[in-house]
């Protein structure tokens, strides 16, 4: 989205600027990343890095002499552990984690290892939703998620799979980066203050070089303040004495009661507009011996005032780098208009390998939001994927069906469409939207992340998951009032002449599916694109006209809150002899899971779901499914899980149900977890069941032993 208005804004850069340095790492100690970022906003010479990879910039010469300052550095994390299973364990760098929610935050997200060939994909793995009722301790009863409980799924089953994708110990990481732009008026992102600061600094840096200025004036971003504040101490003893030092704190903290407002700490020596009064939040780092070279100068504080500060939307008005102008003042320029900053050329990343014609088809289906009741792009994606033989019928409760083959053994198969998520339930006056959960999930990893406002017509509205009141004195992991959502509306009048309706208007998270190491993959959704996916790649070089069975495939809608599609098809189709659903099955395949119910794991081939919570699998339907996988060797597991899936409405009729799956982790999150050879399998083993006749008479099964 571009924001022109922005352009006539006192210091404001372009959105495209803020959310691309947004988007770099930068944990402290390991702020290359941010670092060549802003020295690509100038001509190459013209800012200069030290040792410590402080940026400088030397303007004018003599007395006074005056520091700006501005810190590169972000809190993060370190792979701290590779165990031999292939997960990982990760410790926080420095400081900058605050609030007993500050970890939490990561858990069940996308993650970005910083290696020294690039970026590498991980998960932040999060119990599954599905075991909550069994767990003797449940996940909403307990003490806020802290960095010791934490797990990293890089998609690898060993150290030597962690090796293979350049991932060493100490690598530092985060969360990985998803800046909001909201409303023309705000952007958030992680340690969103100190980036637009950074970026408010590059601007005064820029307007000064362009023009003189009395004395010297050093402008700095600096190393290291989140570890130990050496990288702000190394630029004072080289470039010092100063008589002033104005340096940017993310300490100070306050939200916003107005625009154009910037936070100081004391008043500065002249008054500008906008300027509020605050005390640091926290006590600075003191350094072991005094600064000889700052021993005179008058230092002060700078800040922005922010939304949600030190959680993974921290979010800034536009008009609030203001701070510009306070560090304009302060270098005593003669102009008030700043130079406006170009976005540094964009450069080619390392080559991906070419996708799979199954993740290409997964990956699009995972692209469409479909909560339920919502699930009309998922639906129109799916139409137009079919062959061209089939013709496809939307039914009254909004299932896509379809129907080919002959015969009187008639088989149905059953994935459904819509996923876990949102819906607006009120307006509140300030413009805040108070959401209602859709299926079963928790809702904390929602909390405090980037979301989508889903208008049936319109474009998607970006949006962010509030974190709940209070959160900076949280007591447990799960909130105790409904989440909420800003999008930047400031009345209930605003949002509702944006096309905001309660009960109509969806709420997602933004997705895509993230390659996870050589075979695996992870994305929100998964649950049930993965079956859809699935249906729809068992149609390929499918000739109807040869089938021995009539088949019905049915994307459903509604499972999620209570199997709204299936009960309807169910009773359209009571003539059917087997149903057939597609759906996860939920494993402990998982680090925080116990392996001794659910276990399935990842790679090892689709699944049999012979027991769930409210079906048990006839026996003799079981043994047939297994004596067609043996002969077209297909690897297939069988076990039992929590949950239901479609097929149990068609019980409801005496259709026997045997649901089918893929082993899944991470169930109900923005991360679940596949492997590609699974799905491989479930796609071999449906064509199996569509085109071939059972076997006769089938020999008992021996179980195999799991490893």
């Known amino acids: 989205m571009l924001l022109n208005s922005w352009a006539g804004v006192a ?60 810190p590169l550095d972000e809190p993060g994390y370190v792979v701290s552990q590779i165990q031999d299973n292939g997960y990982l364990r990760v410790a926080p760098v420095g400081g900058g984690q605050v609030g007993p929610l500050f970890h939490q935050f990561l858990e069940g997200h996308d993650i970005s290892i910083l290696t020294e060939q690039g970026a590498r994909n991980a998960i932040s793995c999060v119990p599954s939703s599905h075991y909550e009722n069994l767990r003797a301790e449940p996940e909403r009863n307990k ?66 070089a362009a023009t003189p200025v009395k004395g010297t004036v050093v402008i700095a971003w600096t190393t290291l303040e989140l570890l130990n504040g050496k990288g702000f101490e190394a630029v004072a003893n080289q470039f010092g004495p100063f008589e002033e030092v104005y340096r940017f704190d993310r300490t100070l903290e306050a939200e916003p009661t107005s625009t154009a407002q910037f936070l100081a700490s004391p008043a500065l020596p002249s008054t500008l507009p906008g300027q509020v009064l605050v005390q640091p939040a926290r006590p600075a780092r003191k350094p072991v011996l005094p600064n000889t070279k700052l021993a005179a100068a008058r230092t002060y504080l700078l800040g922005l005032p922010a939304r949600y500060a030190n959680t993974p939307v921290e979010a800034v008005t536009v008009a609030d780098v203001q701070l510009a102008q306070a560090w304009l003042r302060a270098a005593g320029a003669t102009t008030t208009t700043l130079a406006t900053l170009s976005l540094p050329a964009a450069k080619p990343g390392p080559k991906q390998p070419a996708q799979s014609q199954q993740a290409k088809l997964l990956a699009g289906l995972v692209a469409q939001y479909g909560v339920s009741t919502a699930e009309t792009p998922v639906r129109e994606f799916i139409a137009r994927q079919l062959p061209a033989w089939a013709k496809p019928v939307v039914d009254p409760a909004g299932n896509l069906t379809l129907t080919f083959g002959q015969g009187k053994r008639h088989l149905v198969f059953v994935a459904h469409m819509d996923e876990v998520g949102f819906v607006v339930d009120s307006i509140r006056p300030d413009g805040r939207l108070v959401l209602g959960l859709k299926g079963g999930a928790y809702t904390w990893l929602w909390e405090a992340q980037p979301a989508l406002l889903h208008i049936p017509g319109q474009a998607d509205i970006a949006a962010v998951f509030e974190p709940r009141p209070g959160y900076q004195k949280a007591t447990k992991s799960a909130p105790t009032t409904a989440l909420t959502a800003f999008a930047g509306f400031t009345s209930a009048q605003q949002a509702q002449a944006a096309g905001i309706r309660p009960g109509k208007t969806s709420v997602t998270m933004p997705k895509q599916l993230r390659p996870l190491g050589p075979q695996r993959a992870a994305a929100r959704g998964f649950d049930d694109r993965v079956g859809c996916a699935a249906l729809l790649l068992s149609l390929q070089k499918l000739d109807p006209a040869k089938l021995p069975y009539r088949v019905t495939y049915v994307w459903s809608v509604g499972e999620e809150i209570g199997l709204i599609g299936s009960a309807f098809a169910a009773q359209h189709l009571q003539g059917a002899s087997v149903v057939y659903p597609i759906d996860t099955f939920v494993s402990s395949d998982a680090p925080q899971e116990s392996r001794t119910f659910g276990y399935c794991p990842l790679g090892q081939g689709a699944v049999i779901r012979v027991l769930e919570s409210p079906n048990f699998a006839r026996r003799d339907l079981v043994r047939d499914v297994h004596a067609l996988a043996d002969r077209q060797k297909i690897p297939i597991q069988e076990g039992m899980t929590v949950g239901g899936t479609d097929g149990l409405e068609f019980l409801n009729y005496g259709i026997p149900s045997v649901p089918l799956s893929w082993p899944g982790r991470y169930s109900h999150s923005p991360v679940e977890v596949l492997d ?5 399998s479930l796609v071999r083993l449906l064509r199996a069941l569509v085109q071939a006749e059972p076997a006769v008479k089938p020999a008992s099964r021996t179980a195999k032993p799991r490893p």
Do not use: H
């Not at 970022?37 to 402080?54: C, E, H, I, M, S």
């Not at 030597?160 to 800046?179: M, N, R, S, Y």
């Open 676 to 680: 590609y050879r699974d799905m491989d």
């Open 143 to 208: 003490l806020p998620f802290s960095w010791q409980s934490s797990f990293l799924d890089v998609g690898a089953g060993s150290a030597a799979g962690v090796a293979q994708q350049g991932i060493c110990l100490l690598d530092p990481l985060t969360l990985e980066k998803k800046p909001v732009i909201m409303a023309q008026q705000w952007v958030a992102a992680p340690a969103m203050k100190a980036k637009a600061a950074a970026m408010a600094l590059a601007t005064v840096a820029q307007t000064l």
């Open 11 to 70: 210091g404001a850069q372009s959105p495209a600027l803020l959310q691309a340095y947004a988007r770099t790492s930068a944990v402290a100690g390991r702020e290359e990343e941010a670092s060549r970022f802003v020295q690509a906003l100038f001509k190459a010479g013209t800012v200069q890095r030290d040792r410590l990879g402080n940026l400088v910039l030397v303007l004018g010469s003599g007395t006074p002499r005056r520091l700006l300052v501005a």
